[in-house]
Protein backbone atom coordinates (compact mmCIF):
# COMPACT_ATOMS: atom_id res chain seq x y z
CA UNK A 1 0.00 0.00 0.00
CA UNK A 2 0.86 3.69 -0.55
CA UNK A 3 2.57 6.08 1.76
CA UNK A 4 0.59 8.80 0.07
CA UNK A 5 -2.38 10.25 1.90
CA UNK A 6 -4.58 11.20 -0.86
CA UNK A 7 -5.98 8.00 -2.72
CA UNK A 8 -4.36 7.63 -6.94
CA UNK A 9 -6.97 7.50 -8.99
CA UNK A 10 -7.13 5.12 -11.38
CA UNK A 11 -6.47 7.28 -14.15
CA UNK A 12 -3.55 8.89 -12.74
CA UNK A 13 -1.66 5.55 -13.01
CA UNK A 14 -2.01 6.72 -17.09
CA UNK A 15 0.62 8.88 -18.98
CA UNK A 16 -0.48 11.58 -20.90
CA UNK A 17 0.44 9.58 -23.97
CA UNK A 18 -2.43 8.99 -26.23
CA UNK A 19 -2.63 5.37 -27.61
CA UNK A 20 -2.64 5.04 -31.17
CA UNK A 21 -4.62 1.65 -31.08
CA UNK A 22 -8.03 1.80 -33.49
CA UNK A 23 -10.81 3.42 -32.45
CA UNK A 24 -13.01 0.21 -30.78
CA UNK A 25 -9.90 -1.90 -30.04
CA UNK A 26 -10.54 -3.76 -26.81
CA UNK A 27 -6.61 -3.04 -25.34
CA UNK A 28 -8.21 0.10 -24.25
CA UNK A 29 -10.26 -2.05 -21.93
CA UNK A 30 -7.40 -3.81 -20.91
CA UNK A 31 -5.39 -1.14 -19.92
CA UNK A 32 -8.28 0.70 -18.02
CA UNK A 33 -8.56 -2.89 -15.99
CA UNK A 34 -4.87 -2.71 -15.08
CA UNK A 35 -4.79 0.91 -14.45
CA UNK A 36 -8.73 0.17 -12.28
CA UNK A 37 -5.83 -2.35 -9.89
CA UNK A 38 -3.41 -0.10 -9.12
CA UNK A 39 -5.84 1.97 -8.00
CA UNK A 40 -7.67 -0.85 -6.30
CA UNK A 41 -4.47 -1.90 -4.07
CA UNK A 42 -3.06 2.08 -4.16
CA UNK A 43 0.28 0.52 -5.28
CA UNK A 44 3.31 3.16 -5.37
CA UNK A 45 3.57 4.37 -9.11
CA UNK A 46 7.67 3.30 -8.71
CA UNK A 47 7.18 0.61 -7.52
CA UNK A 48 4.92 -1.05 -10.52
CA UNK A 49 6.83 -2.60 -13.82
CA UNK A 50 4.78 -3.02 -16.85
CA UNK A 51 7.13 -5.10 -19.11
CA UNK A 52 5.91 -6.28 -23.54
CA UNK A 53 7.45 -7.47 -26.01
CA UNK A 54 6.13 -6.38 -29.40
CA UNK A 55 2.75 -6.23 -31.39
CA UNK A 56 -0.56 -3.31 -30.40
CA UNK A 57 -1.14 -4.60 -26.99
CA UNK A 58 2.56 -4.47 -26.45
CA UNK A 59 2.29 -0.85 -26.61
CA UNK A 60 0.41 -1.13 -23.71
CA UNK A 61 3.30 -0.14 -20.91
CA UNK A 62 3.73 3.57 -22.79
CA UNK A 63 0.20 4.49 -22.15
CA UNK A 64 1.06 4.24 -18.44
CA UNK A 65 2.68 6.14 -15.62
CA UNK A 66 4.76 4.06 -14.09
CA UNK A 67 8.07 1.85 -14.67
CA UNK A 68 7.66 0.04 -17.90
CA UNK A 69 9.43 -1.48 -20.85
CA UNK A 70 8.89 -2.19 -24.32
CA UNK A 71 11.29 -5.10 -25.44
CA UNK A 72 11.61 -7.60 -28.27
CA UNK A 73 9.19 -10.09 -30.06
CA UNK A 74 8.40 -12.90 -27.52
CA UNK A 75 10.74 -11.67 -24.90
CA UNK A 76 8.44 -10.04 -22.41
CA UNK A 77 8.26 -13.39 -20.01
CA UNK A 78 12.17 -13.49 -19.75
CA UNK A 79 12.94 -10.01 -18.85
CA UNK A 80 9.77 -10.22 -16.63
CA UNK A 81 11.04 -13.03 -14.98
CA UNK A 82 15.07 -11.76 -14.33
CA UNK A 83 13.06 -8.38 -13.11
CA UNK A 84 10.99 -9.96 -10.57
CA UNK A 85 13.79 -12.51 -9.05
CA UNK A 86 16.51 -9.18 -9.12
CA UNK A 87 13.56 -6.78 -7.43
CA UNK A 88 11.49 -9.24 -5.64
CA UNK A 89 10.01 -6.02 -3.92
CA UNK A 90 8.50 -5.01 -7.55
CA UNK A 91 4.74 -5.48 -8.83
CA UNK A 92 5.89 -7.14 -12.07
CA UNK A 93 3.33 -7.35 -14.76
CA UNK A 94 4.26 -8.53 -18.30
CA UNK A 95 1.20 -8.27 -20.75
CA UNK A 96 1.56 -8.45 -24.97
CA UNK A 97 -0.10 -10.60 -27.52
CA UNK A 98 -1.27 -13.81 -28.59
CA UNK A 99 1.41 -13.81 -31.28
CA UNK A 100 3.94 -12.95 -28.91
CA UNK A 101 3.30 -15.25 -26.02
CA UNK A 102 1.97 -18.09 -27.66
CA UNK A 103 3.87 -18.16 -31.02
CA UNK A 104 7.72 -16.56 -30.75
CA UNK A 105 7.58 -16.58 -26.78
CA UNK A 106 5.98 -19.57 -26.81
CA UNK A 107 8.98 -21.56 -24.93
CA UNK A 108 8.91 -18.32 -22.63
CA UNK A 109 5.73 -19.35 -21.56
CA UNK A 110 5.81 -23.06 -21.11
CA UNK A 111 9.29 -22.46 -18.73
CA UNK A 112 7.21 -19.04 -16.85
CA UNK A 113 4.32 -21.47 -16.12
CA UNK A 114 7.14 -24.38 -14.72
CA UNK A 115 9.43 -21.71 -12.87
CA UNK A 116 7.14 -20.39 -10.77
CA UNK A 117 8.41 -16.59 -10.33
CA UNK A 118 6.30 -14.26 -8.69
CA UNK A 119 4.61 -11.67 -11.53
CA UNK A 120 1.38 -11.55 -13.82
CA UNK A 121 1.35 -12.25 -17.18
CA UNK A 122 -1.77 -10.97 -18.91
CA UNK A 123 -1.89 -12.11 -22.77
CA UNK A 124 -4.20 -10.24 -24.38
CA UNK A 125 -5.72 -12.58 -26.67
CA UNK A 126 -7.61 -11.57 -29.94
CA UNK A 127 -6.95 -14.64 -32.37
CA UNK A 128 -4.61 -12.85 -34.93
CA UNK A 129 -1.70 -10.50 -35.71
CA UNK A 130 -3.17 -7.18 -35.16
CA UNK A 131 -0.13 -4.69 -36.24
CA UNK A 132 1.08 -6.62 -38.93
CA UNK A 133 -2.52 -6.53 -40.61
CA UNK A 134 -4.32 -9.54 -39.88
CA UNK A 135 -1.88 -12.81 -40.28
CA UNK A 136 -3.29 -16.23 -38.37
CA UNK A 137 -1.94 -16.21 -34.91
CA UNK A 138 -1.25 -19.46 -32.69
CA UNK A 139 -5.38 -19.07 -31.21
CA UNK A 140 -6.88 -17.91 -34.38
CA UNK A 141 -9.61 -20.47 -35.18
CA UNK A 142 -9.00 -23.69 -38.05
CA UNK A 143 -11.11 -22.45 -40.31
CA UNK A 144 -10.28 -18.37 -39.79
CA UNK A 145 -10.19 -17.45 -43.71
CA UNK A 146 -9.25 -13.56 -43.05
CA UNK A 147 -5.69 -13.71 -44.35
CA UNK A 148 -4.59 -13.60 -47.47
CA UNK A 149 -1.68 -15.65 -46.25
CA UNK A 150 -4.12 -18.45 -45.49
CA UNK A 151 -6.85 -17.71 -47.37
CA UNK A 152 -8.99 -20.99 -46.40
CA UNK A 153 -8.01 -20.71 -42.84
CA UNK A 154 -5.08 -21.98 -40.82
CA UNK A 155 -6.66 -25.46 -40.47
CA UNK A 156 -4.82 -26.22 -37.21
CA UNK A 157 -6.47 -26.53 -34.00
CA UNK A 158 -5.80 -23.55 -32.18
CA UNK A 159 -3.26 -23.30 -29.09
CA UNK A 160 -5.31 -23.78 -26.08
CA UNK A 161 -3.46 -21.31 -23.43
CA UNK A 162 -5.28 -22.72 -20.24
CA UNK A 163 -4.98 -25.65 -20.84
CA UNK A 164 -0.99 -25.27 -21.45
CA UNK A 165 -0.15 -23.30 -18.48
CA UNK A 166 -1.98 -25.82 -16.51
CA UNK A 167 0.19 -28.51 -18.23
CA UNK A 168 3.17 -26.41 -17.78
CA UNK A 169 2.61 -25.96 -13.91
CA UNK A 170 0.95 -22.25 -13.42
CA UNK A 171 -0.23 -22.06 -10.15
CA UNK A 172 -2.89 -19.23 -11.28
CA UNK A 173 -4.94 -19.52 -14.28
CA UNK A 174 -7.75 -17.32 -15.12
CA UNK A 175 -9.60 -16.18 -18.30
CA UNK A 176 -11.21 -12.35 -18.35
CA UNK A 177 -12.68 -10.33 -20.74
CA UNK A 178 -12.28 -6.93 -21.72
CA UNK A 179 -15.96 -6.63 -22.54
CA UNK A 180 -16.11 -6.36 -18.56
CA UNK A 181 -13.21 -4.35 -16.91
CA UNK A 182 -14.46 -4.35 -13.76
CA UNK A 183 -14.04 -8.36 -13.39
CA UNK A 184 -10.75 -7.92 -15.21
CA UNK A 185 -9.64 -5.53 -12.81
CA UNK A 186 -10.69 -7.45 -9.53
CA UNK A 187 -9.10 -10.75 -11.28
CA UNK A 188 -5.66 -8.68 -12.02
CA UNK A 189 -5.84 -7.86 -8.39
CA UNK A 190 -6.24 -11.64 -7.52
CA UNK A 191 -2.90 -12.55 -9.58
CA UNK A 192 -1.18 -9.45 -8.29
CA UNK A 193 -1.69 -11.22 -5.03
CA UNK A 194 -1.25 -14.64 -5.75
CA UNK A 195 1.90 -15.88 -4.10
CA UNK A 196 3.37 -16.82 -7.44
CA UNK A 197 3.26 -16.96 -11.62
CA UNK A 198 -0.02 -15.80 -11.85
CA UNK A 199 -1.39 -16.16 -15.67
CA UNK A 200 -4.39 -14.21 -17.06
CA UNK A 201 -5.80 -14.86 -20.73
CA UNK A 202 -7.66 -11.69 -21.84
CA UNK A 203 -9.76 -11.77 -24.44
CA UNK A 204 -9.47 -8.68 -26.00
CA UNK A 205 -11.10 -8.41 -29.40
CA UNK A 206 -9.40 -6.58 -32.36
CA UNK A 207 -12.08 -5.04 -33.91
CA UNK A 208 -10.15 -3.91 -37.57
CA UNK A 209 -9.10 -7.39 -38.49
CA UNK A 210 -11.78 -9.62 -36.49
CA UNK A 211 -14.75 -7.59 -36.52
CA UNK A 212 -16.63 -10.96 -35.71
CA UNK A 213 -15.17 -10.97 -32.19
CA UNK A 214 -18.03 -8.23 -31.55
CA UNK A 215 -20.25 -11.29 -30.62
CA UNK A 216 -17.86 -12.15 -28.00
CA UNK A 217 -20.18 -9.63 -25.78
CA UNK A 218 -23.31 -12.46 -26.48
CA UNK A 219 -20.96 -15.35 -25.58
CA UNK A 220 -18.81 -15.08 -22.60
CA UNK A 221 -20.22 -15.74 -19.28
CA UNK A 222 -18.54 -16.35 -16.14
CA UNK A 223 -17.23 -19.93 -15.03
CA UNK A 224 -20.10 -21.44 -12.98
CA UNK A 225 -17.93 -22.58 -10.52
CA UNK A 226 -15.57 -21.28 -7.67
CA UNK A 227 -11.87 -21.63 -8.81
CA UNK A 228 -10.14 -25.18 -8.01
CA UNK A 229 -6.99 -26.15 -6.59
CA UNK A 230 -7.10 -29.51 -8.21
CA UNK A 231 -5.53 -30.15 -11.57
CA UNK A 232 -7.38 -32.52 -12.60
CA UNK A 233 -10.96 -30.45 -11.70
CA UNK A 234 -9.19 -27.91 -13.41
CA UNK A 235 -8.43 -29.85 -16.62
CA UNK A 236 -11.66 -31.07 -16.54
CA UNK A 237 -13.22 -27.54 -16.61
CA UNK A 238 -10.81 -26.39 -19.39
CA UNK A 239 -11.07 -29.14 -21.55
CA UNK A 240 -15.59 -29.13 -21.18
CA UNK A 241 -15.40 -25.33 -22.07
CA UNK A 242 -15.78 -23.76 -25.41
CA UNK A 243 -12.74 -21.13 -24.20
CA UNK A 244 -16.06 -18.27 -23.67
CA UNK A 245 -16.27 -18.71 -19.75
CA UNK A 246 -14.71 -16.27 -17.93
CA UNK A 247 -13.31 -15.98 -14.24
CA UNK A 248 -10.28 -17.65 -12.56
CA UNK A 249 -9.82 -21.63 -13.56
CA UNK A 250 -7.27 -22.58 -10.73
CA UNK A 251 -5.46 -21.47 -8.19
CA UNK A 252 -2.75 -23.57 -6.11
CA UNK A 253 -0.02 -22.09 -4.55
CA UNK A 254 3.53 -23.77 -4.39
CA UNK A 255 7.09 -22.32 -3.51
CA UNK A 256 8.28 -19.39 -6.07
CA UNK A 257 11.99 -19.58 -7.51
CA UNK A 258 14.14 -18.87 -6.47
CA UNK A 259 13.51 -20.99 -3.31
CA UNK A 260 14.06 -18.69 -0.12
CA UNK A 261 17.25 -20.73 0.78
CA UNK A 262 21.00 -20.59 0.28
CA UNK A 263 22.02 -23.37 -2.46
CA UNK A 264 24.54 -25.95 -0.95
CA UNK A 265 27.47 -23.85 -2.27
CA UNK A 266 26.53 -20.63 0.26
CA UNK A 267 25.58 -18.48 -2.74
CA UNK A 268 22.87 -16.00 -2.00
CA UNK A 269 19.42 -16.91 -4.15
CA UNK A 270 19.66 -13.67 -6.42
CA UNK A 271 23.35 -14.73 -7.22
CA UNK A 272 22.40 -18.27 -7.67
CA UNK A 273 19.27 -17.36 -9.91
CA UNK A 274 21.08 -14.75 -11.81
CA UNK A 275 23.77 -17.14 -12.81
CA UNK A 276 20.62 -19.54 -13.95
CA UNK A 277 18.82 -17.60 -16.30
CA UNK A 278 21.98 -16.47 -17.85
CA UNK A 279 22.74 -20.04 -18.41
CA UNK A 280 19.61 -20.65 -19.79
CA UNK A 281 18.60 -17.41 -22.30
CA UNK A 282 22.23 -17.25 -23.24
CA UNK A 283 22.83 -13.82 -21.69
FE1 LIG B 1 -6.47 -3.19 -31.79
FE2 LIG B 1 -6.63 -4.74 -33.94
FE3 LIG B 1 -6.27 -2.12 -34.21
FE4 LIG B 1 -4.30 -3.65 -33.28
S1 LIG B 1 -5.19 -3.76 -35.35
S2 LIG B 1 -4.95 -1.66 -32.45
S3 LIG B 1 -5.45 -5.17 -32.07
S4 LIG B 1 -8.09 -3.14 -33.34
MG1 LIG C 1 -3.03 -10.81 -31.31
Redesign the pocket.
Known sequence: MTANTIPLKAKEYKSDIKPI??P??D?YSVLNAITKAMSALQLEKRNVAIISGIG?SSRLPAYTDMYGFHGVHGRALPVATGLAVARPELTVIAVGGDGDGFSIGGNHFLHACRRNVNFVYIAMD?EVY??TKGQASPTSPADWDHSKLAPHGPQIKPFQPAAIALASGAGFIARAYSGNPNAMAKMIVEAIEFPGFAFIQALSH????CPEQSQWKDIVRPFDQEPTGDPVVAAQRIHGDDGFSAGVIYRNPRPCWPVEVLDASGRDRIGSAVETLSMEFQL
Open positions: WCGCHCNGMCITF
